[in-house]
């Protein structure tokens, strides 16, 4: 199976502050890579996908990018209803995999 | 306006059964492909399994496989888990989830069902 590892598990950041949380992929995955928000008591909203491609009324500030095996989810500037825990999804073969998530909170 | 809405959830003894359904809405069922994702608690999010458009093709985590059976009624709009011989470690909440048309990600999510799996 995929494994899909997220960095840092959990973290802390100022209002404005650019944020970059990564994937990183077992095995090579293409762009079938997806980013989550999920905040408690709500469904997960999707963010990014094929790697780069921002989601249908995700805001301009969140940016997806592709190295190699390495994903990122970028903010530009953090607002404070971005606090959540991210998740990465592969879509390359199944099993579906997630990363184990990122939480972000606002210091 | 796309919905899913998810029911069937509740408190089920472990080695019994339940049916999960996921009632969709404001989109044309039968062009989507489905899944089910669940969140155990304080844990993160797993991908359950998932369906065709016509439901011949399904998938599964291996350790659901042989225990838990998605399907699909084209005419009724509606996705199903059927969950048999339930374990502890099946407590959850489960999400249904459409697969975009032509991209793949899970583009719109169902609010989630809760099972919970004791004695």
């Known amino acids: 199976d995929i494994q899909l590892t997220q960095s840092p598990s959990s973290m802390s950041a100022s209002l404005g502050d650019r944020v970059s949380l990564t994937c990183q992929s077992s095995q090579g995955i293409g762009n079938y890579l997806s980013w989550y928000q999920h905040k408690p008591g709500k469904p997960p909203k999707p963010m990014i996908y094929?790697?780069?491609n921002l989601a249908d009324g995700v805001p301009s500030r969140f940016s997806g990018s592709r190295s190699g095996s390495d994903y990122s989810l970028t903010i530009s500037s953090l607002e404070s209803e971005d606090t959540a825990i991210y998740y990465c999804?592969?879509?390359?073969?199944?099993?579906?995999?997630f990363g184990s998530g990122t939480k972000l909170e606002i210091k | 306006e796309v919905q899913l809405v998810e029911s069937g959830g509740g408190l089920v003894q472990p080695g019994r059964s339940l049916k999960l359904s996921c009632a969709a809405s404001g989109f044309t069922f039968s062009n989507y492909g489905m899944a089910w994702v669940c969140q155990a608690p304080t844990k993160g999010l797993e991908w359950v399994a998932s369906i065709s458009t016509g439901g011949g093709n399904t998938y599964y985590r291996d350790s659901v496989k042989g225990r838990f059976t998605i399907s699909r009624d084209n005419a009724k709009n509606t996705l199903y888990l059927q969950m048999d011989s339930l374990r502890s470690e099946d407590t959850a909440t489960y999400y249904c989830?459409?697969?975009?048309?032509?991209?793949?990600?899970?583009?719109?999510w169902g609010q989630g069902v809760m099972v919970t799996v004791s004695s």
């Open positions: 999804l592969q879509y390359d073969e199944y099993p579906l995999t």
């Open positions: 094929y790697a780069t």
């Open positions: 989830a459409r697969l975009n048309l032509g991209a793949d990600y899970f583009d719109y």
